[in-house]
């Protein structure tokens, strides 16, 4: 999937390319049209216009710019695969440069955050990990849904409504 656009900021023309690249289970032919594309894309470019790619390649440029000093910004992770090789010998056709390739996922800052445990200890699956704290939370926000759905009438109801919708706030 590719989405371009074409901006015009105080004189200099940006064009913004959104490139996510079929993953390693797609068709072959679906990942060749991609690229296809995207190699006819990027020359149409004039040269006096800036150009950004931004994108999930679903590729590994490794930790260690290797033989690819030119085009790899020092940002990468793991070990380098052959999509990878690919990227990389697709920024140095069009003298592009890799400048960071990897972000840390939400799922790693949130466990951090509330902590982990190796254990389920019943309740919910997917809520075996979460701290007292958010147990808490969660516990605030059904026990406020069941007082809005056992409402009886409009000004309970909005009332109601309006502490649940604070508690579902507060348990995310």
Same mark, same amino acid.
């Given at each position: ?91 140095? !056709?069009?003298? %592009?440069?890799?400048?960071? @390739? ?6 790693? *800052?949130? $466990? #951090? ?29 059904? !026990?406020?849904? %069941?007082?809005?759905?056992? @409402? ?6 909005? *009332?109601? $409504? #309006? ?10």
């Amino acid at each position: 999937m590719l989405m371009t656009i074409k901006l015009v900021v105080g004189g200099f023309t940006w064009n913004l390319f959104s490139a996510y690249a079929p993953q390693a289970g797609l068709d072959e032919e679906v990942k060749r049209r991609f690229w296809e594309y995207l190699d006819d894309m990027v020359p149409s470019i004039m040269l006096t216009e800036n150009l950004f790619i931004g994108g999930d390649f679903n590729s590994h440029i490794g930790a260690t710019s290797w033989g690819y000093d030119d085009v790899h910004g020092d940002f990468g992770f793991r070990d380098r695969n052959g999509r990878g090789m690919s990227l990389l010998d697709f920024a140095r !056709a069009f003298d %592009l440069v890799i400048t960071k @390739s990897s972000f840390p996922k939400k799922r790693e *800052a949130a $466990r #951090e955050v509330l902590g982990v445990s190796k254990h389920y200890s019943g309740g919910h699956k997917r809520d075996w990990w979460w701290n007292e704290y958010v147990q808490g939370k969660v516990e605030t926000k059904k !026990a406020a849904y %069941l007082k809005l759905v056992e @409402s009886v009438n409009e000004e309970e109801k909005r *009332a109601n $409504r #309006e502490n649940y919708k604070l508690a579902k706030k507060e348990a995310k």
